[in-house]
């Protein structure tokens, strides 16, 4: 299955990597958790988070939380 994987780089930008189902993948830097959102809410608009797993390290899931109501 797809994946879209969130974490936080050694410099503390936001990475938002998806992955598809061939194991192929492409990164988004985000500088702000504004812009991570941003990107996120578009992706909950089209259907995007039910066809995919995410997965995220702690420093991201506050942040995140609202996109799984």
Request: include cysteine.
């Amino acid at each position: 299955m797809a994946k879209l994987i969130i974490y936080r780089d050694k410099q503390g930008d936001y990475i938002l990597e998806r992955v598809n189902q061939f194991d192929h993948s492409t990164r988004h830097c985000f500088a702000t958790v504004e812009g991570l959102k941003d990107r996120l809410e578009y992706y909950k608009s089209i259907g995007l988070l039910d066809t995919h797993d995410l997965i995220f390290d702690e420093d991201c899931k506050v942040h995140i939380q609202h996109l799984q109501n």
